[in-house]
């Protein structure tokens, strides 16, 4: 398996708080991207990472924000937290269009 | 409209039983995914496709380029088999992904 964490993998924080949460992976994929899981939504794409410093937006990226300094490091950050952002967030990487992509193990947010 | 609508929604089904589940796509695509996620665990990827077949153990995905269409098969199924399956789409000239809102399988003994 490829080499992708989170963390942190639990956080309960409250309304209007900054957040951040941290991909890192081993592999030297080019491309990263970050999700949310919701329960009646399956996986949606907040932003994605097409290299250092090259990023994207998703489907549901308002207040979300990502940076990429490193390859290895993708960090997304809710500058203010609200409860609709209570979710499970998933890390994932690969190496472009017909490469498999690969799955961080999640990170539980609550907003309380 | 979903660009990526599975069926069945759930699936419950005996030990040993033939499982499909069927994934139907609107875009033009790269490859397609198959992912597999346990309760409470993690995503992992299962078969990635742009054309044919493939088989991988008990396991077996296929996919019609030109119906926009993809079935994953479950020979022998058993209750590790348990869990939800997820279709996903990469579309052309796009490095996002469209996910399906999966299929949740029980198997039971």
């Known amino acids: 398996d490829a080499g992708i964490t989170q963390s942190p993998r639990h956080k309960v924080t409250e309304t209007g708080t900054p957040v951040t949460l941290r991909c890192h992976q081993t592999e030297n994929h080019r491309y990263m991207y970050w999700y949310r899981q919701d329960p009646g939504h399956g996986l949606r794409l907040i932003h994605y990472?097409?290299?250092?410093?090259?990023?994207d937006k998703g489907e549901v990226s308002d207040g979300y924000s990502v940076s990429r300094s490193k390859t290895e490091d993708f960090l997304l950050t809710l500058e203010s937290a609200t409860s609709s952002q209570t979710s499970v967030y998933f890390c994932?990487?690969?190496?472009?269009?017909?490469?498999?992509?690969?799955f961080g193990p999640g990170t539980r947010l609550t907003v309380l | 409209k979903n660009e990526v609508e599975q069926s069945p929604q759930n699936l419950t089904a005996q030990e040993g039983e033939f499982i499909t589940i069927n994934c139907s796509y609107s875009v033009g695509i790269s490859a397609l995914h198959w992912l597999q996620q346990h309760p409470g665990g993690g995503i992992v990827s299962l078969f990635m496709?742009?054309?044919g077949k493939k088989k991988h153990g008990r396991l077996i995905a296929t996919i019609n380029i030109q119906e926009k269409h993809s079935s994953l098969h479950i020979t022998a199924s058993h209750p590790r088999d348990s869990a939800v399956y997820i279709c996903a789409v990469r579309p052309y000239n796009n490095n996002d992904m469209r996910f399906g809102a999966g299929t949740r399988l029980t198997v039971k003994p």
């Open positions: 496709l742009s054309s």
């Open positions: 994932a990487s690969d190496g472009g269009s017909y490469n498999e992509q690969f």
């Open positions: 990472s097409y290299g250092v410093k090259d990023t």
